[in-house]
C-alpha cells in the first residue's frame, strides 16, 4: 500500500506539513500507468496477434485449438463428460459400498410414494411419476457431478408442468368419462407431459452448448425461495379436492388458487367423509413424522419412511374394507409393469410449449445447481464426482415397476395427495427467514415479497418473470442511487476514506478527491455528470462546500460548517486539481467513456487538472479507444489514488521540493 506524504488544512499552499508518518515507511516517486508498465510490464501478446485484425485473431486461435485436438485432449474430454471413468477406478469399496447401498435404498424407498405423489401434480397417471424417479436417477449416476443430489420429481416443477398440461389438454366437459374416454385424455396429457420436457431437455442442452448457465444467475435466493413458498402454496390448494374426495376440474391460469378456494367452498357439503377421515389420518401421521426426522436428523441412522409405512397401511386398509366400492374412494389402480415402448414427443407442439419449457428449464438447472453447491461446500468437495448410491435407488424403483406395482393398486389417492402437501413442509418454513431478510437487506425482502405475491396471485411462470424483472430492476436502480464521496487522508496513514464516514480526516486547500463507486454506462451517464458538476461547479463561480461531509475542502469533515480564522475567501477556494478515484467503476460502456472524455474538456475549459487513479485495464482500455488520450496526458492516469495525491501536492506546491514522494 501507498499513502500520501499530505498535509494539514493549511491556509496557505506553502506552509509546511506536520503530519506523522507511518512508522517503517518507505519513500518512492508517484507511478503513473505508463510507468507502471515500463517497470512491471503489461498483458504479453504475440506480435502477430497484435498486428492482425479481430477477426484474424479469433480465426487463428479457433486452428490453434483444432490442431490442438489429440489423443490425450479426447481422453480429458470424455473424462469431463463420464464422471464415472474419474471416480469408479478410486472408489472405496469396503468403506463406502455399505453407506451408498443404505443411502440409496432410503431415497428409492421416498421416491415410490413421492413419484406417484408428484405425477398427480402433473395431471398424468401415477406410473409415470415411478419412471420419472428411475431414468433420470439413472442417467444422472453416469453422468452427474454432486455426491448428494437425488434427482427425479419436485413438487414445484410438477405444478408448473401440470399447469402447462391441463392447459394444453383441458377436461372435457362433462362429469362422467368412460374408461376409453379417460385412457385417450391421459394419453393426450402424457404426450403433452412429454413434449414439455423434451423442450426444456433440449433447451438446457442449448444452454450447455452455449455456455449460458449463467442465465440461472438472475434467479436470486430471494426469487428462488419466494418461487417455492407460493408454488407451496398453489400444491396445498391444489390438492384440496383429493383431501376432500371433491371432483372438481384443476384451475388455471392467473388467480387460480383463488378459484381453486371458491371452487372447494361452494362444493364442500358433498365431501366424501371416507376420503375425508383417510387425509386426516394420513396427515397426522405424515406430519409428526416428517418433525422427528428433522429434529433428529443426527441421532437416526436413517430417516424414517413414513411416507412408504403411510403407502402400505393405507393400502391394505382400503382393500381389507373396500373403501373403492363401499365407499367410491378414488384408489390409484392398476400399475403397468416394465416400461412402455419409447416414442419420439410430437415435435409439432415444441413451439407452442416454448414459453413453458424454458421457466421450467431455469428452475430445474438453479434448484439443482444450487443443491449441490451447499452440499459441494458443506462436505468440501468440488461438484465432479458421484457415488454409487444413484444406482440402489434406481434398483428400488425398478423392484416396484417391475414386480410390486399391484400392491399399490388400492391405494387411495387421498394419501398421495396428503404426501404433497406433507413434502412441502420445509417450504413453508422459509417465510421464518423474513424477519432475519428484513434486518439484512430491505430491498431482498422486497423482492421476495413481490415475487411471493405474484406466485400465489397469478401464477407459478408469471410470479417467476415478475420475481425475476422486479429483482433486476432493484439492481439498476441501487446503480443510479449510488453517491460520489469526497475523500479524506488518516493522519499518520496512506488510507483515504470518505469524509462523511469519519470526521477527523485531512484535506488539502484546492484539492478535491472524489470516489465514484458504481459502473459507468448509459445509465449512469446523467447522474455522472451531475454529480461532477455539482461538486466541482463546472458552470462556473466558485466552488461550493460540500457540507455534511460529502465534499469539504477544509476541516475535518464534520457534519458542520467549518470553523476558520481566515477571511470567508479563504474557505471558498476554487478546486485546482480533482483526483477521481475510479477504483470503483467496475465497467464503462461507449456513452460513459464519452462522458469522461466530456469530463475531462469541462475541467480543462475551467482550469482543473484532472487526475484519474486506480482504472481497472478494462475501464481504462475503453476510456482509451474512446479517445481518453486526446484529451488528457499518460501523466494525468495513476495507479492508485495515494500517488495522484502525490501528483496533485506537487502541482500545488504545497510540498516545497520540486520531486514529490509517496509512503509506500
Known amino acids: 500500500m501507498s499513502g500520501l506524504l499530505g ?53 487463428s486461435r479457433w486452428r490453434r485449438w483444432v490442431c490442438a485436438c489429440s489423443g490425450p485432449g479426447a481422453w480429458r474430454l470424455l473424462l469431463a463428460r463420464l464422471p464415472p471413468l474419474r471416480w469408479l477406478p478410486h ?66 416443477l410438477s405444478l408448473m408442468a ?55 444467475t438472475f434467479l436470486s435466493e430471494p426469487v428462488v425461495k419466494a418461487l417455492t413458498s407460493g408454488a407451496a402454496l398453489h400444491v396445498l390448494v391444489s390438492q384440496l379436492p383429493s383431501l376432500l374426495g371433491l371432483p372438481l376440474p384443476r384451475q388455471i391460469g392467473c388467480f387460480a388458487l383463488f378459484k381453486t378456494l371458491a371452487a372447494v367452498m361452494t362444493a364442500l357439503p358433498r365431501s366424501s367423509p371416507a376420503e375425508l377421515t383417510i387425509s386426516a389420518l394420513s396427515l397426522a401421521l405424515l406430519v409428526p413424522v416428517k418433525e422427528l426426522n428433522v429434529r433428529f436428523r443426527d441421532r437416526l441412522p436413517t430417516p424414517i419412511p413414513g411416507e412408504i409405512v403411510m403407502v402400505l397401511l393405507a393400502s391394505v386398509l382400503c382393500f381389507t374394507s373396500s ?46 445447481a444450487s443443491l449441490a453447491s451447499i452440499y459441494a461446500d458443506k462436505h468440501n468437495y468440488t461438484i465432479d464426482s458421484n457415488q454409487l448410491a444413484g444406482l440402489f435407488s434406481c434398483m428400488v424403483v425398478l423392484s416396484v415397476l417391475l414386480w410390486l406395482g399391484p400392491f399399490f393398486y388400492y391405494l387411495p389417492k387421498a394419501v398421495l395427495a396428503c404426501i404433497n402437501i406433507s413434502s412441502m413442509r420445509q417450504m413453508f418454513f422459509q417465510m421464518q427467514e423474513l424477519p432475519q431478510l428484513w434486518r439484512i437487506s430491505r430491498v431482498d425482502f422486497a423482492v421476495w415479497m413481490v415475487t411471493w405475491v405474484a406466485v400465489v396471485t397469478l401464477s407459478v411462470d408469471l410470479g417467476l418473470a415478475i420475481g425475476v424483472v422486479f429483482s433486476m430492476m432493484t439492481v439498476i436502480c441501487r446503480t443510479q442511487r449510488v453517491q460520489c464521496l469526497a475523500l479524506g487522508l488518516a493522519e499518520g496513514t496512506e488510507l483515504y476514506r470518505p469524509l462523511r464516514e469519519n470526521h477527523k480526516l485531512l484535506q488539502v486547500p484546492g484539492l478535491c478527491i472524489l470516489s465514484y463507486p458504481t459502473p459507468l454506462y448509459f445509465g449512469t451517464r446523467g447522474q455522472f455528470r451531475r454529480i461532477l458538476d455539482w461538486h466541482l461547479r463546472l458552470g462556473g463561480g466558485k466552488v461550493r462546500d460540500l457540507v455534511q461531509g460529502q465534499c469539504s475542502f477544509f476541516g475535518s469533515g464534520k457534519q458542520e460548517t467549518p470553523k476558520t480564522d481566515g477571511p470567508p475567501d479563504a474557505v471558498a477556494e476554487s478546486v485546482r486539481v480533482v483526483v477521481l478515484d475510479c477504483s470503483g467503476v467496475t465497467f464503462a460502456d461507449a456513452a460513459g467513456a464519452r462522458e469522461v472524455l466530456q469530463l475531462a474538456s469541462r475541467c480543462r475549459d475551467a482550469g482543473i487538472h484532472l ?27 495513476f495507479v492508485s489514488v495515494q500517488d495522484a495525491a502525490a501528483h496533485a501536492l506537487e502541482r500545488l506546491e504545497l510540498t516545497g521540493p520540486k520531486t514529490c514522494t509517496v509512503w509506500v
Open 7 to 59: 498535509a494539514r488544512t493549511c491556509s496557505s499552499p506553502g506552509e509546511a506539513s506536520d503530519i506523522e508518518s507511518p512508522m517503517g515507511a518507505k519513500l518512492r516517486e508517484p507511478l503513473t500507468e505508463a510507468r507502471f508498465q515500463q517497470l512491471f510490464g503489461g498483458a504479453e501478446q504475440e506480435p502477430e496477434e497484435l498486428a492482425e485484425p479481430g477477426w484474424s485473431r479469433l480465426c
Open 91 to 156: 472408489y472405496r469399496w469396503r468403506a463406502w459400498l455399505l453407506g451408498d447401498a443404505v443411502a440409496g435404498v432410503t431415497v428409492g424407498i421416498v421416491h415410490v410414494p413421492q413419484g406417484m405423489a408428484f405425477a398427480l401434480l402433473t395431471s398424468v397417471p401415477p406410473v409415470f411419476g415411478l419412471y420419472t424417479s428411475f431414468f433420470p436417477v439413472l442417467i444422472y449416476t453416469l453422468l452427474g457431478t454432486g455426491r448428494h443430489l437425488s434427482t427425479g420429481t419436485f413438487a414445484v
Open 162 to 216: 401440470g399447469s402447462a398440461v391441463e392447459r394444453m389438454v383441458p377436461e372435457p366437459l362433462g362429469g362422467n368419462r368412460s374408461g376409453i374416454e379417460t385412457e385417450q385424455l391421459d394419453a393426450q396429457r402424457v404426450g403433452a407431459a412429454a413434449a414439455l420436457a423434451f423442450g426444456s431437455g433440449a433447451l438446457m442442452l442449448g444452454m450447455f452448448a452455449l455456455q449460458l448457465g449463467v442465465l440461472s
Open 323 to 368: 373403501l373403492d366400492t363401499r365407499y367410491n374412494v378414488q384408489i390409484v389402480g392398476l400399475l403397468p409393469g416394465g416400461f412402455p415402448q419409447p416414442l419420439l414427443p410430437n415435435l409439432a407442439e415444441l413451439p407452442g410449449i416454448l414459453a413453458d419449457s424454458l421457466p421450467i428449464a431455469l428452475v430445474t438447472f438453479a434448484v439443482s
Open 611 to 637: 487526475l484519474l487513479a486506480q482504472c481497472n485495464a478494462s475501464v481504462l482500455g475503453t476510456l482509451t479507444q474512446a479517445g481518453l488520450l486526446d484529451r488528457v496526458t499518460p501523466e494525468q492516469l
